[in-house]
């Protein structure tokens, strides 16, 4: 058996599997493939609507709040919210938690100004500050919820309304892993392919009344407004992507919604780090009250048993345990589709190496 644990592109439920290796040979009885037929044909937006539909409901969002599917990964929005958000002369607030955050903070220089309000990068990212002001001037404050190289989490995202400014979210790495209140937020963004679909499109929530606010123009493909007007359909957009997307959101309404997949994920989380904590054999990278529900990153002090121990999961088909290049290690990536069972397999493996070797 293979236990996928990488970071992403990541593992997908079986089902959005079977259902979408049927639909590139015959779309819905069609005789067409999902691969050819035309985005703007009743087939592929009965897609689209579906898609957006369930997001809406997943989130319980509220009518200023609008869904697209773009072009693109996390790391095109962090030039293009700025871009649309940022003047020249403005100040944006950001928190320096890890790689991911970095790039946003270097995107968003090129638009107006930053102030990072918190940075943990001298702890190489070990923990998560919660003490930082915000200035009462900024135009958003922007956040990454999710570590996914580095292992943290934000543990409550509530931590961020005090500020009172708009509020802007990298949720590549954990969207729709748990209950929040999705309407606190002006902006997400998410990489689809870690716990909505596969890679090539990117899911934007977007609060349509922080928009139209900047003074520059925006090129026509990087303004939001433009994509809410078009319903995600400016150009054509990636079409199998967004059908996998939609068929991993009927999946997570069918396993009880985000309520549903958290009760999941927080099992996983509690087996693999009771097992962690169990161990000194194994360390954790990240300070216990911050660490990541979705990717768990750990080490083994002595080098030469850290290969022995990589070598063994790959003998045992667990793939994509590597820690990522700039921090080595381990990493554990427990997304929603990941079964409880590949988290238990890991730790049984953990325990019996620790017993051979500790």
Known sequence: MIHNFNAGPSILPKEVFD????????????????????????????????????????MNLDSNHEVLFLHGGASTQFMQAPMNLLNENDVAAYTDTGVWATKAIKEAKLFGHVEIVCNSKEADYSFLPKEF??????????????????????????????????????????????????NKFDLIYAGAQKNVGAAGVNLVVINKNILGKI?????????????????????????????????TLRWLKNKGGVAGIEKINNAKAKLFYDTLDSLPFFKGRIAKADRSKMNATFTIEDAVLEKEFLELCNSEGMIGVKGHRTVGGFRGSMYNALPWESVKALTDLMKEFASKKG
């Not at 009172?164 to 748990?178: F, H, K, N, T």
């Not at 054509?236 to 992507?241: C, D, G, H, M, R």
Request: glycine fraction near 4%; proline fraction near 7%; charged fraction near 15%.
């Open 19 to 58: 259902e979408a290796s049927r639909a590139t040979l015959n779309f819905n009885n069609t005789g067409l493939s999902i691969l050819e037929i035309g985005h703007r044909t009743p087939l592929f937006k009965s897609v689209m609507d579906e898609a957006i539909g369930l997001t809406r409901e997943l």
């Open 133 to 182: 002001e915000v200035p009462p001037s900024a135009k958003y404050l922007h956040i990454t919820s999710n570590n996914t190289i580095h292992g943290s989490q934000w543990p409550d995202l509530s931590l961020f309304n005090k500020y009172g400014v708009p509020l802007v979210a990298d949720m590549s790495s954990d969207i729709l892993s748990r209950q929040i209140d999705f």
């Open 215 to 247: 003074n520059r123009s925006i090129p026509t493909m990087m303004d939001y407004r433009n994509h809410i007007e078009a319903g995600s359909m400016l150009n054509t957009p990636p079409v199998f992507a967004v059908y996998v997307c939609m068929l």
